[in-house]
């Protein structure tokens, strides 16, 4: 009883590791983040900030290969409108307190090995501002 006991935990090993690597492999060979992955909604935080915010963004109706919707605030009852871009690997958003003034930005990269699903980067709510690491997180 042993033994079969031995002999089926080694034959059970590497399949679990062989799961877990295919689990953690990086994104396919060639793969860029495109303006399309942008759309959808993001759930995310701001270092320094309590509360978290959730982006929601589709296809912008007017300019082609940008991004155009909303951002909230946990905890607020307003949302801005925001409008962003993708442009050699750079992620652009951009948001409006008063719908005219840029009172947001957000400059980031898909993280490594993601494929799309994580963006990290700086958030700054004016250019006096210093700069806030984010992260935010593709919802299915």
Known sequence: ???VFIASSAY???ATAQNTAQ???ACPAGW???DKQLQGEWVGSINHQSESVRLVLGPHPEWQGMVKGS???AGSASS???VGDLNNG???LEESADGTHITGTWLGEASPASCGQEIRGSFSASEDDAPQDFVI???P
Do not use: N
Request: glycine share 0%; charged share 20%; proline share 8%.
């Open 1 to 3: 009883k042993t033994l």
């Open 12 to 14: 059970l090993m590497p």
């Open 23 to 25: 689990e953690s492999s």
């Open 32 to 34: 860029a983040m495109t």
């Open 71 to 73: 951002v909230e605030r």
């Open 80 to 82: 801005h409108p925001m």
């Open 90 to 92: 750079t992620i652009t």
């Open 137 to 139: 997180q593709k919802q």
